[in-house]
């Protein structure tokens, strides 16, 4: 059974930093390729980040590119997006999504989803 769990969500002023975990059972994230999606109540799921460890390769949405670094612990089995310089815009519900179709940003790419983790980013 897969599942994906995120944590380190909460609340921080502008220019502020978090960063959040996604601990994965289930499958092995180092042959996976695995996400990070964020979605404000009443707007479309909005694809953050990705990662494709077999390949190192990684990649951004232009609104978080040199501010938020994805990664991934193979020994842990767990993904984390690191967030820095955090803006009020930042504010939303972040999901961790796991074995995408490659190196994407689009949610139906992706086969598996955690609950998600409120972020809050006050000016």
């Known amino acids: 059974q897969v599942q994906l769990v995120e944590s380190g969500g909460g609340s921080v002023q502008a220019g502020g930093s978090l960063r959040l975990s996604c601990a994965i059972s289930g499958f092995t994230v180092s042959r996976a390729c695995m996400g990070w999606f964020r979605q404000v109540q009443g707007k479309e799921r909005e694809g953050v980040a990705a990662i494709c460890t077999a390949g190192g390769s990684t990649y951004y949405a232009a609104s978080v590119k040199g501010r938020f670094t994805i990664s991934q612990d193979n020994a842990k089995n767990t993904v984390y997006l690191q967030m820095t310089s955090l803006k009020p815009e930042d504010t939303a519900v972040y999901y961790c999504?796991?074995?995408?179709?490659?190196?994407?940003?689009?949610?139906?790419?992706?086969?598996?989803w955690g609950q998600g983790t409120q972020v809050t980013v006050s000016s």
């Open positions: 999504a796991a074995q995408g179709q490659g190196l994407v940003l689009s949610a139906t790419s992706y086969k598996f």
